[in-house]
Structure formats: C-alpha cells, structure tokens
C-alpha cells in the first residue's frame, strides 16, 4: 500500500511554524508528511513511517521528501516568502552513500533555492554507525550552505556523544521535556542544561511541542527564543501556511 502510495501522489508534505518568541516573527517552518489516504483519511507519520524504515522504500520515500520540500521552497520563494524549510532526514538516507552528492543534485534541479534556506534534521534517537562517515557527510551538507539540526534532543543515548562529534548548528529540545518541565523538577533542570550546552557550543536551540503561553514564556526567561508549537500552530498546508504567517500574532507575554 505504502509503495502504491507513493506512485499515486498520496503523500504531501504541511508546514509547521517556528517563530521568534521574542521578535513575533516567524522565522521558518519544519516539514512534515502526511498520507492523504484515499479511506483513512489524513494519517500521521507514527501511524506508517515505522513500517517504512529499514525497509528499501525508505530511501526512496526520503528523496520524495526532499524534492517535494525543495518544490515548496521554491513555491515560498516565487510567493516572496523565501523562508528555510527543515526537512527530517531518516538515519539509514543520511547514511546512504553518496548522500551529500545526491542532495547536490537535487540542489542544481532547483537553482533559485540557494542552501542556506535548507535545514537538515537528524533524529537524536536514531542509530548512527559510523561516526566518522556521518561526520563527513554533515561537513559536506554544511560546505554546500545547508544547516544541520539535532532533533529530539536528549532522547537518545548518545546525546553527548553526538554534541561533540557532530558537526551542528542547533539543537531542538525535545517536546517530551518542554511538557514536564512545567511541573517536574528534572525536566526542568534537562531543558536548562541543553541550553547551557548549546550556548557553551555555540549552537542555536529551539523548543518543540510548545502548547501553552506560559512553556513559551518560561522558555524565553530561560534563554531560549525559537519554538515550534501547537500553541503557535498545528502543522498545515502549504496554502494554509501562507496566509496563517501573514496573520499571526505572538502572544504579548512572549514580547516582554
Ligand atoms: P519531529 O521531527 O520531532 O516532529 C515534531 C512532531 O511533533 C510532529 O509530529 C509535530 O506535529 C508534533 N508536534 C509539534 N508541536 C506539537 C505540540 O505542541 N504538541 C504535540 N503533542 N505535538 C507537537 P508528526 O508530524 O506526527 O511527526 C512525527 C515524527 O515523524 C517527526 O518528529 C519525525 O521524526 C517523523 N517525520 C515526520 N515527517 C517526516 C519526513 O518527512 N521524513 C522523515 N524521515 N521523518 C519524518
Ligand atoms: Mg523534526
Ligand atoms: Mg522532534
């Protein structure tokens, strides 16, 4: 069904925000897939990705991604919202061989999109094997403009590890954390310190699963400024995502 899918167009990709807390400003948005499933109707990514990794489809699958988020970026530009679009990269494509040489390719079908707007994002908790050849493809990503995001980070098992072998521009803190720590002590002290480690790195952070005022003005007390929400907005269209940026208002505590 899922290779069916593919060849039939089912998939697409919605767009969720990130915004500057501080500023109001919307800054980018993070690519995710849906399956527009012809009974089911609109269907998550933990509902069938899981049966797509480690499989051969998740290759293909991938390089769908990337070309369907390289056409919306273009699509952002030709609309006059040239914004960077982070776009998830499963562990066994980010460690395809050749892959850093694919993405070139991919680039040069799409000359107006210029790298800086492309943010890769590699899940913490996936399995990297080979550091040394994950290291040189991020070396190679970043050579070509793009920035590379840790994502889920803390979730893993190797966090630290990751933080000082990997090259990197930002680390997103897990949303797992930024739900407790509104009311457990420990996760409280975890988002602290990720952002302590990546200011002492000099990497961005970002918040993720930011669902009320008051985890965003928490964060922003802490030092964190960038966050991705449902309080911001849920993940939507593409269309949809045009008007609700031209629109949307930043919750004034966050200003403060
Ligand atoms: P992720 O990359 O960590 O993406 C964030 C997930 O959190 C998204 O779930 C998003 O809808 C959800 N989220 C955002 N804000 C909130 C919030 O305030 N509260 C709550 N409860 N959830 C929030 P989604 O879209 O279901 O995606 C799940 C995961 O599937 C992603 O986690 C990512 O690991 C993976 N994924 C999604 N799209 C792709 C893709 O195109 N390629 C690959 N390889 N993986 C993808
Ligand atoms: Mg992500
Ligand atoms: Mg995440």
Sequence with gaps: HLRNALQDAQFTLYLQPKVDM?????????????????ERGVLTPGEFLPMI?????????????????????????AHGMPMPLSINISAQHLQQDGFAHWLEQCMARHPTVPG????????????LYDLQAVTHT???LR???FSISLD??????????????????????????????????GDLA???????????????????????VDQGQMLTQMGCHLAQGYHIARPMPLGEFVAWSRHWQCPPEWKR
Aim: no cysteine; proline share 2%; glycine share 10%.
């Design 190 to 212: 975890i988002v602290q310190g990720v952002i302590g480690l990546a200011r002492s790195f000099g990497y961005r952070v970002i918040a993720e699963g930011v669902e009320t």
């Design 22 to 38: 501080r500023s109001g400003t919307v800054v980018g948005a993070e690519a995710l897939v849906r399956w527009l499933h012809p």
């Design 138 to 140: 991020l070396q190679a």
């Design 152 to 185: 889920d980070f803390g979730t893993g098992y190797s966090s630290l590890t990751y933080l000082r072998r990997l090259p990197m521009d930002t680390l997103k803190i897990d949303q797992s954390f930024v739900h407790g720590m509104m009311d457990d002590a």
């Design 116 to 127: 800086h707007l492309v943010e890769i994002e590699i899940t913490e908790s996936a399995a």
């Design 143 to 145: 050579a070509l403009g």
């Design 53 to 77: 990794e480690g499989t051969e489809l998740d290759i293909v699958f991938g390089q769908w991604v990337v070309e369907t988020a390289l056409l919306q970026l273009e699509w952002l530009q």
